[in-house]
């Protein structure tokens, strides 16, 4: 079976962990993941709550880590109490510079993790304590810095800090899987290729937009964060679905903030689940989501297709 050092650390079958999607990545996901031999990860993202992560722990099952926002938890302390008491295998908090939740983690006896973009900050990250690091490239769906590929910036972190570090982005093939752990990956964090499981919190709408999208269909941009007054930083654009409410407002950032209209235009088509405004998010690798499927499907057959690929070339 497909493994690593850091994943038989661990404990787990396979090297996978998915990504913390907020609105994603609930309980049954986390629990369908780590019964599939990886590591589940329940995600808060820009909604996250104390209450949100309390209900969706209920469905987690066996071994999980939970995945964090950092300005949320500014706004919510309580969010990350939840966590904490929650002893999870692994605890991510990502898109901040305070480390200090890594003491209070460590003081639980819970392994952390962050995503790191280049490798000045995977060096403040190991620096810092962290335990394992996920190199999150431009390809990458949802929030993230869009400027560095994942191969290039797995090469400069694996040069940069001795801590695993796990690949993010664009990996959403057995091809993929088999390329990051070749170059020295110790995982691999998978966020688009599950976002259309069965298990995921992803309504029918959405997985419809994921399966009809091709690979070129994405686009990073902050539209959607500053149209709901989302206090991301800017350096964390959003990669998405392109629709019609990107292609107005992409650039015009600063017009959309100030236009009521178009931020209540915005909230009626996320809860109509209109796509031509509303947003999707999906990295690169969207345009391998063919159908829906269970979670163990998705894994399966990544990592049998990998472990084949890997051993045909060691040969």
Request: proline share 5%; hydrophobic share 50%.
């Amino acid at each position: 079976m497909l493994s690593t050092p850091w994943s038989r650390g661990l404990g787990l079958a396979v090297p996978i962990v998915n990504a913390p999607m907020g609105g994603v990545a609930g309980g049954r996901l986390a629990a369908a993941v780590t019964a599939a031999g990886g590591l589940g990860m329940v995600g808060m993202g820009s909604a996250g709550s104390a209450a949100s992560l309390t209900t969706e722990l209920r469905h987690a099952r066996g071994t999980f880590g939970i995945g964090l926002v950092d300005w949320v938890i500014r706004q919510e302390p309580e969010l990350l109490d939840v966590a904490l008491q929650a002893r999870p295998a692994l605890l991510s908090v990502s898109f901040g510079t305070d480390l200090s939740w890594v003491a209070r983690a460590h003081d639980a006896g819970i392994a952390t993790a962050t995503q790191v973009y280049d490798a000045d900050g995977a060096r403040r990250a190991a620096d810092a304590g962290i335990d394992v690091l996920v190199a999150r490239g431009g390809e990458g769906g949802g929030h993230g810095v869009a400027t560095v590929a994942t191969l290039p910036l797995l090469d400069a972190v694996l040069d940069a800090v001795p801590v695993p570090v796990l690949a993010a982005g664009g990996i959403g093939s057995p091809r993929s899987l088999a390329a990051v752990l070749a170059a020295g990956a110790a995982g691999a964090w998978l966020g688009t290729c599950l976002s259309a499981c069965s298990e995921a919190l992803t309504t029918d709408a959405v997985r419809a937009a994921l399966i009809a999208a091709r690979e070129t269909d994405t686009t990073p941009t902050r539209v959607f964060d500053v149209g709901r007054g989302y206090p991301w930083p800017q350096r964390f654009p959003s990669r998405v679905l392109r629709n019609d409410f990107v292609a107005r407002w992409d650039g015009r950032e600063e017009d959309l903030a100030d236009d009521a209209d178009a931020r209540a235009e915005l909230a009626e088509a996320i809860a109509a689940e209109d796509y031509r405004v509303a947003p999707v998010d999906a990295g690169q690798a969207v345009g391998m989501i063919t159908r829906v499927e269970p979670v163990a499907d998705v894994i399966e057959r990544l990592c049998t297709g990998a472990e084949r690929l890997l051993t045909r070339w060691v040969c």
